[in-house]
């Protein structure tokens, strides 16, 4: 399974972004899906999660600004990112928690993967 995301660039304070990022492979099923960004000398820290039931989870700094949404036939995720500002800086990552089949297994086993990273820059 593999997750490739897109999306990420270069906009001033104020502007609008819309990640992507669509999971490719065989997987019995998603639990979750979500981003997580890492600014330069800093940890990397959620910036929001959706269930396959569609419950969405924010970090406090983007809420009201960015929405996160899923589209479950096409395996995909997204982060529509509104009002961004220059602490909104950082390569964001996309991650799954998922269930798939393993050969040493005879029931689905939990896994978890990440995306490249896109880096956003938002500029004042």
């Known amino acids: 399974v593999q997750l490739q995301a897109s999306g990420g660039g270069l906009v001033q304070a104020g502007g609008s972004l819309r990640l992507s990022c669509a999971a490719s492979?065989?997987?019995?099923?998603?639990?979750?899906m979500g981003w997580y960004r890492q600014a330069p000398g800093k940890q990397r820290e959620l910036v929001a999660t959706?269930?396959?039931?569609?419950?969405?989870n924010y970090t406090d700094s983007v809420k009201g600004r960015f929405t996160i949404s899923r589209d479950n036939a096409k395996n995909t995720v997204y982060l529509q990112m509104n009002s961004l500002k220059p602490e909104d800086t950082a390569v964001y990552y996309c991650?799954?928690?998922?269930?798939?089949?393993?050969?040493?297994?005879?029931?689905?086993?939990?896994?978890?993967?990440w995306g490249q990273g896109t880096l956003v820059t938002v500029s004042s």
């Open positions: 492979g065989s997987i019995f099923s998603i639990l979750v």
């Open positions: 959706i269930t396959g039931g569609g419950r969405t």
């Open positions: 991650h799954l928690d998922g269930m798939n089949w393993v050969m040493t297994s005879t029931r689905p086993e939990y896994f978890e993967v």
